[in-house]
């Protein structure tokens, strides 16, 4: 049996609810406004659990300014396409933003911009796997999972857009 377990905090006005087996992360959930059903079967634990890998504290470093880089456990599911740009997610740095017409060629299939768009979308490790570093070709911030407001927010804490571009 895949025992899961789960935690929630409030961190920086993002209401964060973490997932996870105990091979890693599972799942982020960001200003969840839905019921959640794999909560329902999984175990609740205090924030500081060793079961949570530490999570919580990297996140509040994150949001702090002080981390750049995640170094968390993962137990992801997905397809095969799916992980491979949910790897190749892991490699755009703090502060950086690429197109999905560049992630695609990275991943090596340049014809795949939807394909890359929709598994981007399905990453259930936001920020933990930096989607949020992905925009449109001209620059706009295309789709979030978690709304525009979380990605807009992320980017301006990374430096990547500046707060100009919203006056």
Known sequence: MNETYY?????????????????GIKKLF?????????????????????????????????????????????????????????????????????SYKMLSEKIGNVKAIRAVGKANGENPVAIIVPCHRVIGSNGSLTGYASGLDIKEKLLLLEGAISPDLFE
């Open 30 to 98: 960001l200003n969840s406004k839905e019921k959640i059903p794999e909560l329902t079967s999984s175990t609740k634990l205090h924030n500081d659990d060793p079961y949570l890998f530490g999570v919580f504290s990297q996140l509040r470093e994150y949001f702090s300014g002080e981390r750049k880089k995640f170094n968390l456990p993962l137990d992801l599911e997905g397809t095969e396409f799916q992980k491979k740009v949910w790897k190749e997610l892991q490699k755009i740095s703090y502060g950086k933003t690429i």
């Open 7 to 23: 935690s929630e905090e409030t961190i920086s006005g993002i209401k964060i609810i973490v997932l996870v087996s105990r091979k």
